[in-house]
């Protein structure tokens, strides 16, 4: 069965920084689109980042440009997330998907989610 991992979440003070990560089970990214995105309570979910482990390039929202970093290391079979100046705002659920294409609007396969919770 083909899965992902997302891992890293937990409770950070605010202005702090925080690095997820998300692998593979039973495949290999190689070549895939990684997708990072949130949900918060009551609120719709939207997207931190794209990366395309093709060529390492990342397409971030405008709305987070600067603040979330995507990574990924020398196996390109995990990807990070890292976001830095947490605020309570981002309290939220985070995922990572795979998907096909370059804004990775349409994501094949999802990761479970990994909770962050920002106290102020």
């Known amino acids: 069965e083909v899965q992902l991992q997302a891992s890293g979440g937990g409770l950070v003070q605010a202005g702090g920084s925080l690095r997820l990560s998300c692998a593979p089970s039973?495949?290999?990214?190689?070549?895939?689109?990684i997708g990072w995105f949130r949900q918060a309570p009551g609120k719709d979910r939207e997207g931190l980042s794209c990366m395309n482990l093709h060529d390492g390039s990342t397409y971030y929202p405008y709305s987070f440009k600067g603040r979330v970093t995507s990574s990924t290391d020398s196996t390109k079979n995990t990807v990070y997330l890292e976001i830095d100046n947490l605020k309570p705002e981002d309290t939220a659920v985070y995922y990572c998907a795979a998907a096909q294409e370059i804004h990775c609007t349409r994501p094949w396969l999802w990761g479970q989610g990994t909770q962050v919770t920002v106290s102020s």
């Open positions: 039973g495949f290999a990214f190689r070549g895939a689109y």
